[in-house]
């Protein structure tokens, strides 16, 4: 009298197998039609459009460096948002914490003038510690007071933006018109490549974060628990793994990462902290993460994509009469069609409905006992 | 005024089947106008789904229901609430910050011109609905803000609102203190006497021969009989209900408990979901070499001790020693002094239904495949391909979401990973739950190995055929009590099922518990 699940057929196997692929893929292609069709409604072609957005951002050395600089926050941004939705915690905070780091590393930068080889590490440092204490504060209330990490990262956010904004205007002010940390000592800024674009060394440092978190997921414990602890707490911290602690940590380290992030654009792209000086990136980290379906080297992907559509953005700004947030909305759709995965799974239970019922009152003991037929 | 000749509900040989499981079999009942009918039977007897299916909830895979004569088949509970089925569940469905008098109307508001709501016909009409029938509520209160009792009045008016005839009433006591019983018994009585039927689902023998006209007795899956509520005692529907079904048992030698005792329990308190006292001062003990069972109809307070013993639940009082360490209040630190526990909640708390089989196998063995910081994930899978090998786990592969596997075959999943742990005390939660009869012989025949090999074996069953084959020893819980404290060989169903209803609480037999335990040991 057992009872297999008819949802093991080969069509539900060749879905699974594609499905992390299918799915941002699909997703980019849904945007990119949709955004066609408003280009086209706008009286552009979008041919033309996409054309000038792909040269825009990937054709000649001077366009490339545009868009890898474009591309290292988001890794930064993208990685923390990865790292921490893996895990189940959802770090939506990317943006304050990248704040926090970015006047840590700005005031590090500034104030405590040393060699490069203490200067330049210790400002990173102080970036990643930043943005690791700005996200403690969400983990240690869901921790111990049970209270929902989601909204006090969403409510950090502006928090940290009004916060770093006093300390730029009122306390560490450097002298003239401008709200701003006085500049970096040249012995903390990371060093950049070219004249064309701002892109730095820091790119070398988020690209090698991912490919560690990349190991980190697949070959350790704590990826292995993290994992475990994302799709199932509850079974995690049966099974014996330390869910609290490890929750607070993977927070800290997501809010370190977004921390370099800030550090990463007052080091190596501004030179110096200022106020409200992001255009967002810690947001579009949500969407990079999102992208690349959690996974660190789908955040370099990712990251390379929506550093391409920001890098390209300018140059269709200049050539045609469109606005650069129409690379906006195109990112924007992206998210929308990729937040559909719950309509995907609620597709597959349509073509593949699971038979055995979740009532308690009617799977237990009947088949456990001779029937008398 | 009761009309005997016509029943206002028939229902006629339902079958329902879940993909090859069947949970009712072939189920009959006729309910009569004016009349308070009780439907008894255990934890999984198909109670409730018989009622889902009378509900609309659930459609029918055979069989015929009528009403007031007519044939019907309801596609949704809207139909049949248009046609006069009222159900109250278990777990209510209000909005905890409306009013009593929104959650009434909620669904089939009175409006005004231009959609907008008539609050004040609505509160007008839920004054006027609760003093016809005699149940006092305030239409302004908030629900938040009212006791359990009144919520559920709240529930009967919501029914009786939308002119419901016929009430269903899903374990209507399971959440109510003795006097809020009683009151809800005078509210059925009252309706009833007006000509409503009431359909009264539980598995309390007292309610049912204080309050109800007829009983219908269940399990697994068929309506056994139906009889007046006149000269039937309890423990003639008990038998009925545990049934005389042959036992399956187990094939093993006379127990050797070693009187170490590897699970002590000792006055623990804890208190339920709603914050009433679930286990009570209770007392037990386990000792390596026997296999315990723990009898009890569900929600008497076995979930909860469990939990606490498994650190999931922090207990108010009371000491419990887990291979002699004091217990600690994280899961961790108790299997590491030696518990394996295989729960009764797969889909949640036992395994990651996402994550893969060799994913759920490998929790809680992490120890194993660690070095340094770095992790075998290749031997934990071939780890994982022995087990499945070892424990028959048919259809599976190390790499498959354990998801997919049948819920016996995801019982072998949670018992190869629980059972291959240097556990000492083993508790297993329903260990047949949903398990086919042969797969259930080699899960007994695994804890009776593991009893040999002097670990002790502590289990949790609803399934009281499962208790009596396999314990060397069971012990009756009820409302958060040990009530009895018995030798396998020298009992059966009746008396167990006997103290599972509560009919002995006095007895003089139980008093000094503790040593009793010790001297059976």
Redesign the interface.
Known sequence: ????????GPGMAVLNFCRPAVQPIVAVLIATIVGGLLVLALGENPIEVYGLLISGSLVGVPNLLVTLQMMTPLLFTGLAVAISFRAGLWNIGAEGQMLVGALFAGVVGYAFPMPWFLHLPLAILAGFVGGGLWSAIPALLRVYLGVNELVVCLMLNPIALLLTGFFATHVFKAPGPTNKLPDIAPSAALPTFSVYSQVNAGIFIALACCIIFAIIN????????W??MG??P?????????VPRRAIWVMILSGGIAGLAGAEQVLGQYGAFYDNFSPGYGFDGIAVAMLANFNPIGVIVAAFLFGALNGGSGVLQMMTGLSKYLVQVLQFITVLVLAAQFSWDWLILRLFPE??????????????????A | MPDASVPVVSMRNIVKRFGNFTAIHSASMDIRRGEIHALVGENGAGKSTLMNILYGLLPRTDGDIDLRGEPVRFANPKEAIALGIGMVHQHFKLAPSFTVAENIILGSEPLKSFGRLDRIRAERETKAISERFGLNLDPRAIIATLPVGLRQRVEILKALYREAEILILDEPTAVLTPQETRELFATMRSLADSGHSIIFITHKLREVLAVSDRISVMRQGRILSTIDNKNVTAQEIASLMVGRSVLLRVAKNEAKPTGELLLDVKGLTALGERGETAVDNLSLSVSAGEIVGLAGVQGNGQDELVECIAGLRRPVGGQVQICGTPLRPNPRGNREAGLAYIPADRGDLGLSLESSIWENMTVGHLGKFKAGPFFAATRAKQRAAELIARFDVRGATPDKAAGSLSGGNQQKVQIARELTRDARLIIAEQPSQGVDIGAIEAIHRTLVEMRDAGRAVFVVSADLDEVLSISDRVLVIYRGRIVANLKAADTDAEEVGRYMGGLDEEPASVGALPKETQHVV
């Open positions: 009298m057992s009872f297999e699940t008819t949802g093991s697949v070959r350790t414990v704590r990826g292995f628990e994992k475990i799709l199932s509850r079974f995690a911290y049966y099974g014996g793994i330390n038979p055995p019922p979740k009532s308690p009152d009617a799977v237990e003991p009947v088949n456990a006992t001779p029937t008398e």
